[in-house]
């Protein structure tokens, strides 16, 4: 028979989000217990040697490792129960056993069971009232942006650069591209300049570079780092090792341009195309996923639509900032305490309001608000283009007419782009008992939509 340990909370993940989920639920009252793949806690933030992390949580400028001793600190203070280098095989919700049945309440909706493996265990099972999905994301890589050519040595992601530097002391080679203008592939071109090595250039497919504003300056600008935007690369060069890239030039639909091609001769293809939430376990629970984020479709505490399933952090949506995953982990850790102390009493959410993002934005989470959540709804979005010249948002409570029952926020800012995510705060009490949506307006300063 399987061993089997009973828990209020299990937490999957213990990076940023799931640091946060776990505290929050711990002082919650619940007896919470995380799952880590890796040998230590801090997910990616490991990694990160460079500063700008904590200063919305901590008001202070931290490395990444900082950051995240910090919220380990805290766990640990807490005596918050952690199983590392565990891996999941598998969940599934389990109906409360027989013993339990004849007590539990009308509609309980039972346990989750995990079913979890490493080494010192073996296999066991982990028995929650609640699960919080804090998985994190992954890399895209050249297979998935259709680059042609072998696949010698010297072709890696970004993440896995920084990895080889910044935790194994390893120089990945002598000569960098790097294609993709995204937070850390601009981030991973100055760590390499610093180490010794030289970074021909960055080369983004789009119009406009991915990253932030400060990480274009401080990494590209100020080390003289060339960026090729409209660019791409079409092919890699070497058998055992790379030896040359082909670059191109594209035009607006991605498209080379016949005639642009070049040969830029390097021995390292440094890949920074995207990040993906890694949602597995929620797709195999059924969760429904969002086409925008690719994460799953939440209210503003992070409750999934399967009822006591909760997700937050990068799991969720690919955030910019550290700090904003660890408050989706807070608010996600301390509504599944809530959830896991009913014991299977029928649930106390409210109505869920669909919340509509109209022209202009590229997403916007959560996708839904419970009124049986008092309090403020924090929101996240990112418009779907750069808006220099200004623009006004805008949220209202649709009525069951379809006419806009109440605004809930107005704001002005001047100037928006899709890399940088904003956020805002509604108050639920303000929504309508009988609102059929919350709509999100995005308009440009001179009265277009974005």
Do not use: W
């Not at 890699?236 to 070049?262: I, N, S």
């Not at 955030?319 to 009493?345: I, K, P, Q």
């Not at 934005?361 to 403020?376: C, E, S, T, W």
Request: glycine share 12%.
């Amino acid at each position: 028979m399987i061993p089997r340990e009973r828990r209020d909370v299990v937490v999957l993940g213990g990076g940023p989000a799931g640091l946060a989920a776990a505290l929050a639920a711990s002082e919650s009252g619940s007896d919470v217990l995380v799952v880590e793949r890796e040998e230590r806690l801090g997910g990616i933030l490991k990694q990160c040697v460079h500063d700008g992390f904590g200063l919305v949580r901590f008001g202070e400028q931290l490395a990444g490792p900082e950051y995240a001793r910090r919220y380990i600190d805290l766990v640990e203070g807490r005596r918050v129960a952690v199983s590392l280098e565990t891996f999941v095989h598998s969940v599934r919700r389990e109906a409360p056993a027989a013993a339990r049945r004849a007590a539990a309440a009308d509609g309980d909706p039972g346990f989750f069971v995990l079913t979890c493996v490493n080494r010192d265990r073996g296999v066991f099972e982990l028995e929650a009232r609640a699960l919080v999905l804090a998985t994190g994301c992954r890399e895209r890589t050249d297979r998935q942006v259709f680059i042609h050519g072998d696949r010698p040595a010297g072709v890696l992601t970004a993440g896995l650069a920084q990895h080889l530097v910044n935790i194994e002391g390893l120089l990945p080679g002598r000569r960098a591209v790097i294609l993709g203008s995204g937070d850390i592939g601009l981030i991973m071109a100055r760590r390499l300049t610093l180490e010794g090595m030289e970074v021909e250039g960055v080369y983004e497919l789009k119009s406009e570079p991915s990253g932030l504003s400060r990480n274009l300056r401080q990494c590209l600008e100020d080390f003289g780092i060339p960026l090729h935007l409209s660019t791409t690369v079409v092919e890699v060069h070497g058998k055992r090792r790379v030896e040359a890239v082909t670059v191109a030039a594209v035009d607006q639909r991605g498209q080379v341009l016949p005639g642009t091609e070049r040969r830029v001769a390097c021995d390292t293809l440094v890949l920074s195309v995207g990040l993906i939430p890694e949602n597995e376990i929620a797709e195999s629970l059924g969760l429904s996923l969002d086409p925008a984020t690719k994460g799953p479709r939440v209210d503003q505490a992070g409750e999934s639509q399967a009822e006591g399933v909760f997700v937050c952090g990068n799991a969720l949506h690919v955030n910019d900032l550290a700090d904003y995953v660890s408050e989706s982990g807070e608010a996600a850790g301390r509504a599944a305490a809530a959830f896991a102390a009913r014991n299977g009493a029928p649930a106390a959410r409210g109505r869920l309001v669909p919340v509509k993002a109209g022209p202009g934005f590229l997403y916007a989470v959560p996708q839904f608000v419970d009124r049986g959540r008092p309090g403020k709804a924090v929101l996240y979005f990112r418009s779907n283009a750069t808006l220099r010249e200004g623009a006004r948002f805008a949220a209202r409570a649709i009525g069951p007419d379809g006419a806009p029952a109440a605004t809930l926020l107005e704001k002005r800012y001047a100037a928006l782009r899709p890399p940088e995510m904003e956020r805002v705060e509604i108050d639920v009490a303000l929504v309508p008992v009988d609102a059929a949506a919350v709509s999100l307006e995005l308009e440009r300063k001179e009265g277009l939509r974005g």
